[in-house]
Each structure stands twice: as structure tokens, then as C-alpha cells.
């Protein structure tokens, strides 16, 4: 049996090298950091405490100024000074002072519940809101019902 090497009688010629673009690397990488920052924020946003008036004012010294979303109903005492309202919103008999910072929704109005997200004060006196979720029933479903057709559910 032969084991000497065989020669090939071919001329030989280098394999070309494909030429890696930087922008197909740039490009993937934009991709991954966008797919990343999707994946962060509905986390996040799945991860914000809920908590009802009565909890969070219980709860006050734990949730420090961590955000957080608080329920409650709004009361009488509504006043809107430039881009701030102020308002109280209460549930089981227990008050919190808000100052939302922004326009609140057109449904928004006293003796409605609403869904507010933000943080407690630094000093722990109000509730620093950004967001206001109105929170609402079927009543105008009830008495409008001329606005629906039969088949709505």
C-alpha cells in the first residue's frame, strides 16, 4: 500500500474570500437591540404593581418612589392649575392626594374610578401621576341603547 502524498498537477489558486460587509453586522445588530428593548418594555410595563387606594397607602414605606399603578375613585375636589390636576381619589374609606402632571382623558370627571400610574412623592405626601386609565361600566350601554346595533354584545 502506497502513503506517499499525492501532487495534484492542477495549477493551484487561492479560494476567494468572501468579504464580510460591516453594514450587514451593523444592521443585525440594530435588529437585536430593537427586538431587546421590545422584550424590556413589556416586561416592564407587565411588571408594575397594581394596587388599590387602601394598599398603597398601606404599603407606602415598601413602594417607596418605585412606580406602581393605584385605583381608586375620584372625588369632588378636581382643580387644574396649567398642566397639573390635582385631585383625591379614595377606595375602601382611604384617601390619596394625587397630582397628575398632563391633560387627563375626556371621560375623566369626579365620582368616576379611575387607574392612575406613577409614584409616590420623595416625602411620601401625594402621588406623583403621569397616566390616567378611566375606568368605566356598561351604564352607557344601558342608557344609550339606540347608539348599538342588536348584534353588538
Known amino acids: 500500500m502506497d ?6 498537477d492542477e495549477p493551484s489558486t487561492p479560494a476567494r474570500r468572501r468579504r464580510k460587509n460591516p453594514l450587514v ?11 431587546g428593548f421590545v422584550l424590556f418594555q413589556g416586561l416592564n410595563n407587565a411588571a ?5 387606594a387602601d394598599e398603597a397607602v398601606a404599603q407606602k414605606t415598601s413602594l417607596g418612589t418605585r ?6 375613585v375620584v ?17 375602601n374609606n382611604v384617601a390619596v392626594v ?18 392612575l400610574e406613577g409614584h409616590w ?9 403621569d397616566r390616567i386609565l378611566v375606568k ?15 348584534n353588538t354584545p
Do not use: C, M
Not at 453586522?25 to 427586538?35: D, H, K, M, N
Not at 408594575?48 to 388599590?52: E, I, P, S, V
Not at 394625587?98 to 387607574?115: I, S, T, Y
Open 3 to 8: 502513503v506517499t502524498p499525492r501532487t495534484i
Open 25 to 35: 453586522y451593523g444592521l443585525l445588530a440594530l435588529i437585536v437591540v430593537a427586538i
Open 48 to 52: 408594575l404593581f397594581y394596587r388599590n
Open 67 to 72: 412606580r406602581f399603578r393605584v385605583q381608586g
Open 75 to 91: 372625588q369632588n375636589d378636581v382643580t387644574k392649575v396649567g398642566q397639573e390636576v390635582d385631585f383625591t381619589i379614595v377606595f
Open 98 to 115: 394625587v397630582k397628575h402632571e398632563g391633560d387627563p382623558p375626556d371621560l375623566f370627571q369626579p365620582n368616576l374610578p379611575v387607574v
Open 121 to 129: 412623592s420623595q416625602d411620601g405626601t401625594f402621588f406623583a401621576s
Open 136 to 150: 368605566h361600566s356598561e351604564d352607557y350601554k344601558a342608557q344609550n341603547p339606540d347608539h348599538f346595533s342588536s
